[in-house]
């Protein structure tokens, strides 16, 4: 971001938006390049802060582009959405931790850093200073919570359509929270820690389908919703102005909306 657009709010929440895309934490690459569109206001020509950003690009130095809109659908709900009319946001986001690197990958042959023999290692150790949150990668309900071996402290949460979630090596849990408690995505769950057998503080993420671990940054999952029809056609008309700016804008700097002067006693939504 450009110096004047630092704001670590503004930033976290342009990587939110992506969330169930890529992991901020271990997927961003030098030569990745960000656009938007992002709501300011002001009071007696004073600024206020950051309202929606309204719309989001960002673009791979692979080539790879992902694009966001903020619109209202029918029932008056606003969320992010494609040009083809898919919503942003899937079953599952991309990472648990919101700070984070990956220190050791999904392998079937890894050589244990403790035990010094090779055994699989099915799921992603991110690495994060203690007490960094560790949020539910999607909505479920906690069947397990407690000490489990070289696990150590370890929640395992239950997401239908036979997924299953694993957070190991906490370092303590969200004290309102406990087995059967229903949880949704990216709610605090517990703190990165380093119990059970770890060198050092890290989470060890796994997700389980129909009894068979996958690696977590290499499942596909489907959108929440799909636009169609007349709704699809109102997205696509909406839109279409800002995409065109975004489209001419090659220089990395956001574009920004400076027009909305607030008035007494307007309601108004910061970041």
Known sequence: FPDDLKSPRLVYAFADIFASKM???TETMPGDRINLVVEEYYRL????????????RYKKVSGEVFEAFYHATDNKNFSYFDSNGNELGSSFIRSPVPIGRVSSSFSYNRLHPI???????????????????????????I???????GFGKLIVIAHGNDYKSYYGHLGGYNKALRVGSLVRQKQTIG???STGLATGPHLDYRIQYRGVFKNPFSLKFQPRSTLQGKQLENLRHSISAITHNLSNNHDGNPIKIRSINLVENQKLTLL
């Open 191 to 193: 703190y990165v820690g």
């Open 115 to 141: 035990l010094g023999i090779i055994r699989p290692h099915l799921g992603v150790d991110l690495a994060a200073p203690s007490g960094t949150p560790v949020m539910a990668s999607a909505d479920g309900q």
């Open 45 to 56: 020509n004073e600024f206020i802060g950051y309202g929606n950003i309204l719309a989001a």
């Open 23 to 25: 992991d901020f934490n």
């Open 143 to 149: 069947i397990s919570m407690g000490s489990n071996g």
